[in-house]
């Protein structure tokens, strides 16, 4: 795995809700994985514990450096966050890590810290990143289709950058669709995608969050509902893929999928976890989509900072 510090060298603000910002750094120049698109490779970011201080040194640590990172004050420690390679552009020394970062509030008004570093973020501004290594095992990449006939790519505005970051690296000939909801109109990006895949940009314009979603989804897939139902139980750490479960469910990989009219269907859902959790409920529960054709993520939680 690559553990090291990375120094901003570009910052574009795409829209009202997204920055872009693009990372140099000799550590990048071996960043990457083999044999395989990075699709939605996701990292983590260590912002600095005081704002346009360094970020946390890892330098020297072993196996062990997660207890002996997470053991230091928070304001040497900083802020661990997760986020997802849009991009890698260059190669060798020249290698840029391209990031995506939402700009939000919480309910009160109040940015994290990860959105925070965002909004001000200034060439020559230092991280830390934590991501894969070419020649190493690492993880991270969820995005796992396997002979399906047709996607379903469903995120919010913090899963447009891994769902931007697979369609462009589909094969052009995946058929399929992507909804996308975020949180305004001038907040539709442009997007390469496989002609066969339809993309749809769901701007919420103060509708509630996830609500569209909900409801393009289901339509896509000829159920009728009227709007994304309440879901009181919550997981937090909501993350339920073909092989792995956070609820603890059993993962049957033995017996072959069949028996719905959904068969050939993969789908990839991310976003805010209630609003992903309502969404699992219709496909699994009520159209009875096999789960082990779906990944549904929470990437974050209304009213619960990211655990760091
Ligand atoms: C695998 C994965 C990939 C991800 N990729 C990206 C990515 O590429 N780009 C990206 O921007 N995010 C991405 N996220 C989501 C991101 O990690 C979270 O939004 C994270 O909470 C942001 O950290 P923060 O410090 O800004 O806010 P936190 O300190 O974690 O949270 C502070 C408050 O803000 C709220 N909050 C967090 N995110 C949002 C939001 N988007 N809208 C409204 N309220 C919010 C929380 O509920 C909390 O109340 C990803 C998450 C995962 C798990």
Redesign the pocket.
């Known amino acids: 795995m690559i553990l090291d510090e990375i120094e901003v060298v570009g910052v574009d603000r795409l829209s009202p809700s997204f920055v872009r910002v693009e990372f140099g750094g000799p550590c990048l120049e071996h960043f990457g994985v083999d044999d395989q698109p990075l699709y939605d490779q ?1 990292i983590k970011l260590v912002f600095p514990g005081v704002p346009g201080g360094p970020p946390p040194s890892f330098a020297g640590m072993d196996e062990s450096w997660w207890d002996t990172w997470l053991a230091r004050p928070e304001e040497e420690r900083g ?1 661990m ?4 390679v ?1 991009d890698i552009v260059g190669t060798g020394p020249e290698a840029r890590l391209v ?4 700009l ?4 009160h008004g ?6 925070a570093w965002a909004t001000s973020a200034a060439v020559g501004d230092r991280v830390v990143v934590l991501g894969p290594r070419r020649g190493e095992q690492y993880g991270g990449i969820e995005f796992v289709p396997g002979t399906a006939g047709r996607l379903l790519l469903v995120g919010d ?3 447009v ?2 769902v931007c970051a697979i369609l462009s690296q589909l094969s052009w000939d995946a058929v399929g669709a992507a909804f996308l909801e975020v949180p305004t109109a001038a907040d539709v990006l442009t997007v390469q995608h496989p002609e066969g895949v339809r993309v749809v940009w769901l701007p919420r314009d103060g509708a509630a969050h996830g609500d569209l979603l909900h409801r393009a989804v289901l339509d896509h897939l000829g159920a009728a509902t009227d709007a994304a139902p309440a879901v009181d139980e919550v997981d937090p750490d909501l993350w339920e893929t073909p092989t792995y479960s956070s609820s603890g469910e059993d993962v049957d990989t033995a017996t072959a999928v069949g028996g719905s009219d959904l068969d050939d269907l993969y789908a990839w859902i991310a976003g805010e976890s209630g609003v992903v959790t309502g969404l699992r409920r219709a496909l699994v529960k009520d159209l009875g989509v096999d789960r082990r054709q779906v990944a549904f ?1 929470g ?8 655990r760091s």
């Not at 966050?81 to 997802?84: M, N, P, V």
């Not at 939000?104 to 309910?107: G, M, N, P, R, Y």
């Not at 109040?110 to 959105?115: A, I, Q, R, S």
């Open positions: 996701r802020h966050r997760t986020y997802t849009r990031v995506d970062i939402v939000h509030a919480d309910d109040e940015p994290g810290p990860g959105c505005e913090t899963a950058p891994a993520m990437y974050w939680r209304r009213g619960v900072a990211m």
